[in-house]
């Protein structure tokens, strides 16, 4: 049964990103045309992200609100699932390490949704970041990133990277956040061990373990209000308060 499930799935992952990315291609020099290429592709990746859920069996629990305007966007970071379930909850674009950009499909993906991608190690690759970052939020767009710089095992948030937030004080904006949770049905391992991707744990086995899953829980909680800061530490420090205060920590994986 797992592993037809397992079969099935990737399946209709393949044959729903085939279309989806047929569709994009077709529409795309259109969207150019008519200035609109930012606002479609975002679309076109809240589509797909969409039905990704609905492949594996996400069932979402919402607390708060999305953001309706454009905006800058932190959470928390658990798991390549998170960009499947933020984006199929609000048309945005996400800023990424750059190994993402080299991962077989998905990095090819990523990159034609207009993910920006972050040089983790390289300090002077971040002032081009973050020109990037400031001129697709001055022009509307609305941008997903994950200040801890690496996901966990949803125990704990690591302290978030202020250099990541520095665009945001730049324009005055203030940065909208939320916090996630997953959680695996009964019998099954846990969500921090299987939904969870972090540590030393291979991505290939991973994602065949997450696909047999029957379900996911993924619970979402966004903050009421964005935060303004004046600096890009401050804002770092409570932005990271403001989604431990909305966190329902997973338990601790087994070791």
């Not at 037809?4 to 969207?31: D, E, Q, V, Y």
Request: proline letters at 7%; a positive charge.
């Amino acid at each position: 049964m797992r592993d037809a499930r397992l079969f099935l799935r990737l399946l209709a992952f393949a044959s729903w990103t085939l279309a989806l990315f047929l569709i994009w291609a077709l529409c795309a020099p259109g969207a150019v045309l008519a200035r609109r290429l930012p606002r479609w592709r975002a679309r076109v990746q809240q589509a797909w992200s969409r039905g990704v859920c609905r492949i594996l069996g996400v069932h979402f629990e919402i607390q708060g609100h999305p953001p309706r305007q454009a905006c800058l966007l932190a959470a928390n970071h658990l798991s390549y699932l998170d960009v499947v379930v933020l984006g199929a909850l609000l048309p945005c674009a996400f800023v990424a390490k750059s190994e993402v950009a080299r991962w077989p499909v998905l990095g090819f993906l990523a990159r034609s949704m207009g993910t920006l991608f972050v040089e983790r190690e390289n300090r002077r690759a971040l002032p081009g970041l973050g020109q990037r970052m400031r001129a697709r939020l001055a022009r509307g767009e609305t941008l997903v990133l994950f200040p801890e710089g690496t996901s966990t095992a949803g125990s704990e948030v690591l302290p978030f990277r202020p250099a990541l937030l520095a665009p945001a004080v730049a324009l005055g904006l203030p940065v909208s956040y939320a916090a996630l949770h997953y959680d695996t049905p009964s019998g099954e391992r846990p969500a921090s061990e299987v939904v969870c991707w972090w540590g030393d744990m291979t991505f290939g086995a991973h994602v065949l373990e997450l696909l047999r899953l029957p379900r996911i829980a993924a619970r979402v909680c966004f903050g009421s209000e964005a935060i303004l800061a004046p600096d890009r530490k401050t804002l770092a420090v409570r932005l990271r308060n403001a989604v431990l205060e909305r966190l329902q920590p997973l338990s601790q994986p087994h070791v």
